[in-house]
């Protein structure tokens, strides 16, 4: 009885899983100096002016391996330093955005972000969320701690919206 032994491409498959397996999946496998596994790059094409925020996206990305912008379901940035949101449209398909505790005074740039189902905005220095409005998506919304908030567009908000904390200066008004 002869037994075959496992051709050099047999080895390298069962190399490839036990690294994938192991998680090694994010290095560059080469095999006589030619690449056998190419991990894919992380995703870079965005551009976010806020320094804070432009961090935190970036560190989200390395965290969850995101190789694309639509790979971005959720973002926790909450006690960032935030002050500005734009740039957040070019994730799409985010679902989950907490951003509380940070220096927002403008949310109409999350206009393009239809998907958002929940959105954490406590403690920071919004005016309006009229735009919220127009968001069919949304599920939870936390907005207190916003003590220059608009009670109308709050309170708005909060009948589209089943799961809404409202400032303590709207719900005395309401």
Same mark, same amino acid.
């Given at each position: ?70 790979? %971005? /379901?959720? @973002? ?7 002050? $500005?949101?734009?740039? #957040?449209?070019?994730?799409?398909? +985010? *679902? ?19 998907? %958002? /189902?929940? @959105? ?7 005016? $309006?969320?009229?735009? #919220?409005?127009?968001?069919?998506? +949304? *599920? ?19 009948? %589209? ?14």
């Amino acid at each position: 009885m002869q037994v075959s032994r496992p051709s050099f491409t047999t080895y390298i498959a069962i190399a490839l899983t036990l690294m994938t397996l192991t998680g090694c999946d994010r290095y560059r496998v080469t095999v006589n100096e030619q690449a056998v596994y190419e991990p894919a790059p992380l995703f870079a094409d965005f551009s976010i002016d806020d320094h804070a925020l432009f961090i935190c996206v970036q560190q989200t990305i390395e965290d969850e391996r995101i190789t694309d912008a639509e790979q %971005l /379901k959720a @973002l926790n940035c909450s006690h960032a330093g935030i002050s $500005s949101l734009k740039g #957040l449209a070019r994730f799409t398909q +985010l *679902e989950s955005l907490n951003v509380g505790n940070n220096s927002i005074s403008d949310v109409r740039v999350l206009q393009d972000n239809a998907r %958002l /189902k929940q @959105l954490d905005l406590r403690n920071n220095r919004l005016q $309006s969320v009229e735009v #919220l409005l127009a968001m069919p998506n +949304l *599920e939870i919304v936390r907005l207190g701690g916003n003590t220059a908030l608009n009670c109308a567009n709050a309170t708005a908000l909060a009948k %589209l919206v089943s799961k809404t904390e409202l400032p303590t200066h709207c719900k005395a008004g309401s």
